[in-house]
């Protein structure tokens, strides 16, 4: 086949999926565009480790270009999605280009959903990016600062308080950190505060923390939090978030930081396709991944929903991702060596192998869940690390991590307390 003739494959999204579809069709008969609206691929398991202080932007991320080997068959474009096309079988950009295509793999991800609640956007933070990451780890230890040069008792409480809502993995691991940060890391740093007795408030809505973990896991999760030091509020959905302040039935908390964990929901272009979708917007893709009446077009991680073949829904985790992107460019690339049209060889269904679960709590704190095997404190805590350690990109990223892991394990430090981006009329 020539170069001329050369199927061309799109790729949205150079996340878990994405990256890993490209990496399967780099020796593939076919022209490939990766397109994201940012230059590098980002670990996003580790971010809430930027947001504490405990690693810098470049640990938990790779330039896209340094990640793909150069070949001629690949092309990066740092571009926005703005509208795709299906029937047209095109792709329109934010700098005015417009790529057509003949597969379409869409990895966009998602973005932090606030329950019809978009307002409270504006009173919180969400940790979905880089900039979201280095804003929370901003504020938080700017507040500490501010603290330090008030004399209102009041108002220093108010700024050592951090509430985290959303008891999932996202919100327990950031909990466990901030106290940790408090009491640990900047413990003895300031002579008119005292940070050990900085608030961390977990609210969730749901009667347990962690409640995709089979019991006894959450349980021993709470119990960990409790121990840290984390104030965790169960049967607690929000009411209302204005500024600096979190309003539950029965009680009003005064916070300085506000940190939204508490859902996610597929990005606003999900709704312009004309596809069924579910209630967070994910497309209801049919079983092999494509999207129903486009087998040419297909989507993958965060943005989709389906369910496995046991009748189980797919979860929005890295691994999912990764086999999704796997298996697309598999049944791409088998198309195209039998010279077949998109939908005209019968697909294999995408069948998800779940690897476990895990959340790590704080020091030595974590708990793991594989199949019938459940484990809590040190040796999960372990695994926790080599498993983080093993998924993340780039080898000079994971001894950069390693040894700031190990850093802050000896020395009850972190190397990433740097504030930077304030200006006098900029504080945030």
Same mark, same amino acid.
């Given at each position: 086949?020539?170069?001329?003739?050369?199927?061309?494959?799109?790729?949205?999204?150079?996340?878990?999926?994405?990256?890993?579809?490209?990496?399967?069709?780099?020796?593939?008969?076919?022209?490939?565009?990766?397109?994201?609206?940012?230059?590098?691929?980002?670990?996003?398991?580790?971010?809430?480790?930027?947001?504490?202080?405990?690693?810098?932007?470049?640990?938990?991320?790779?330039?896209?270009?340094?990640?793909?080997?150069?070949?001629?068959?690949?092309?990066?474009?740092?571009?926005?999605?703005?509208?795709?096309?299906?029937?047209?079988?095109?792709?329109?950009?934010?700098?005015?280009?417009?790529?057509?295509?003949?597969?379409?793999?869409?990895?966009?991800?998602?973005?932090?959903?606030?329950?019809?609640?978009?307002?409270?956007?504006?009173?919180?933070?969400?940790?979905?990016?880089?900039?979201?990451?280095?804003?929370?780890?901003?504020?938080?230890?700017?507040?500490?600062?501010?603290?330090?040069?008030?004399?209102?008792?009041?108002?220093?409480?108010?700024?050592?308080?951090?509430?985290?809502?959303?008891?999932?993995?996202?919100?327990?691991?950031?909990?466990?950190?901030?106290?940790?940060?408090?009491?640990?890391?900047?413990?003895?740093?300031?002579?008119?505060?005292?940070?050990?007795?900085?608030?961390?408030?977990?609210?969730?809505?749901?009667?347990?923390?962690?409640?995709?973990?089979?019991?006894?896991?959450?349980?021993?999760?709470?119990?960990?939090?409790?121990?840290?030091?984390?104030?965790?509020?169960?049967?607690?959905?929000?009411?209302?978030?204005?500024?600096?302040?979190?309003?539950?039935?029965?009680?009003?908390?005064?916070?300085?930081?506000? +940190?939204?964990?508490?859902?996610?929901? %597929?990005?606003? =272009?999900?709704?312009? *396709?004309? /596809?069924?979708? $579910?209630? @967070?917007?994910?497309?209801?893709?049919?079983?092999?991944?494509?999207?129903?009446?486009?087998?040419?077009?297909?989507?993958?991680?965060?943005?989709?929903?389906?369910?496995?073949?046991?009748?189980?829904?797919?979860?929005?985790?890295?691994?999912?991702? +990764?086999?999704?992107?796997?298996?697309? %460019?598999?049944? =791409?690339?088998?198309? *195209?060596? /039998?010279?077949? $049209?998109? @939908?005209?060889?019968?697909?294999?269904?995408?069948?998800?192998?779940?690897?476990?679960?895990?959340?790590?709590?704080?020091?030595?704190?974590?708990?793991?869940?594989?199949?019938?095997?459940?484990?809590?404190?040190?040796?999960?805590?372990?695994?926790?690390?080599?498993?983080?350690?093993?998924?993340?990109?780039?080898?000079?990223?994971?001894?950069?991590?390693?040894?700031?892991?190990?850093?802050?394990?000896?020395?009850?430090?972190?190397?990433?307390?740097?504030?930077?981006?304030?200006?006098?009329?900029?504080?945030?």
């Amino acid at each position: 086949m020539s170069q001329s003739t050369k199927k061309h494959v799109v790729i949205l999204g150079a996340g878990f999926g994405g990256l890993n579809a490209a990496k399967q069709l780099l020796k593939a008969d076919c022209q490939v565009t990766l397109v994201d609206r940012n230059n590098h691929h980002l670990f996003q398991p580790l971010l809430y480790q930027v947001a504490t202080a405990q690693l810098s932007t470049p640990d938990i991320a790779k330039s896209i270009r340094s990640t793909l080997p150069m070949n001629k068959n690949v092309n990066v474009l740092m571009d926005e999605v703005m509208g795709i096309e299906l029937d047209k079988k095109s792709v329109q950009l934010a700098s005015g280009n417009h790529l057509n295509y003949d597969y379409l793999i869409i990895g966009l991800g998602a973005v932090s959903g606030y329950f019809g609640n978009n307002h409270w956007a504006e009173h919180c933070i969400g940790l979905k990016s880089l900039e979201e990451a280095v804003r929370i780890r901003r504020r938080v230890l700017h507040a500490y600062e501010k603290a330090e040069v008030s004399n209102n008792p009041e108002e220093q409480k108010k700024l050592m308080t951090t509430v985290v809502v959303g008891g999932g993995p996202t919100g327990v691991e950031m909990s466990g950190s901030l106290i940790e940060l408090a009491r640990q890391v900047l413990k003895g740093a300031y002579h008119n505060i005292d940070p050990s007795k900085g608030r961390v408030i977990l609210i969730e809505a749901a009667p347990k923390v962690l409640g995709t973990f089979a019991d006894p896991l959450p349980q021993r999760a709470l119990e960990a939090l409790e121990e840290l030091g984390v104030e965790v509020k169960l049967n607690s959905p929000v009411q209302n978030i204005t500024a600096n302040t979190v309003e539950l039935k029965d009680e009003t908390i005064h916070a300085e930081n506000i +940190i939204w964990a508490a859902g996610v929901q %597929a990005p606003q =272009i999900t709704q312009t *396709l004309g /596809l069924p979708t $579910s209630r @967070g917007g994910q497309i209801l893709v049919e079983k092999d991944c494509s999207l129903p009446n486009h087998p040419e077009a297909f989507a993958i991680g965060d943005i989709v929903s389906m369910k496995d073949a046991a009748g189980k829904p797919v979860p929005g985790v890295s691994p999912a991702a +990764i086999q999704m992107g796997k298996h697309v %460019a598999k049944l =791409i690339q088998t198309e *195209l060596k /039998l010279n077949k $049209s998109a @939908g005209e060889v019968k697909r294999p269904r995408f069948a998800y192998f779940d690897k476990g679960s895990m959340a790590t709590i704080g020091r030595s704190k974590a708990i793991a869940s594989f199949s019938i095997f459940k484990m809590t404190g040190i040796i999960a805590w372990l695994m926790w690390l080599f498993i983080h350690l093993l998924y993340l990109v780039g080898f000079k990223n994971k001894i950069s991590v390693l040894l700031q892991w190990f850093y802050a394990y000896v020395n009850f430090q972190r190397g990433a307390r740097i504030i930077s981006g304030l200006t006098h009329k900029n504080q945030n």
